[in-house]
């Protein structure tokens, strides 16, 4: 069993930075593929980003491609979006998801482990 709990986020202006971090459970936090997705009144939950476990590996939406950057501390249980240059439509709940495997993939249904989310709202 994974618990990730999300933190970091707010209520920005456009074009501000914020920095989520995600806090993992568990001893084997190395073996898991993260992910963070996000999810907008009335819209369905979307990939953001995702890392594998040796860092070497990302991948972004193509949305946030430029802006938003992925990272983990293994050592430490973490995992980390940088977002640079946020617009309104970034507005959304963040989630961080978890799955104990060496791919990634950018299906929802692929992550077993999801946190509660945590709320950015971006004012233009």
């Known amino acids: 069993q994974v618990q990730l709990v999300e933190s970091g986020g707010g209520l920005v202006q456009a074009g501000d930075s914020l920095r989520l971090s995600c806090a993992a459970s568990g001893r084997t936090f190395s073996s898991y593929v993260m992910g963070w997705f996000r999810q907008a009144p009335g819209k369905e939950r979307d990939f953001v980003a995702g890392?594998?476990?040796?860092?070497?590996?990302?991948a972004y939406a193509d949305s946030v491609k430029g802006r938003f950057t992925v990272s983990r501390d293994n050592a430490k249980n973490l995992v980390y979006l940088q977002m640079n240059a946020l617009k309104p439509e970034d507005t959304a709940v963040y989630y961080c998801?978890?799955?104990?495997?060496?791919?990634?993939?950018?299906?929802?249904?692929?992550?077993?482990?999801w946190g509660q989310g945590t709320q950015v709202t971006v004012s233009s």
């Open positions: 890392i594998l476990w040796n860092s070497i590996s990302t």
């Open positions: 998801a978890a799955r104990r495997s060496f791919t990634l993939d950018r299906a929802t249904t692929f992550y077993d482990y």
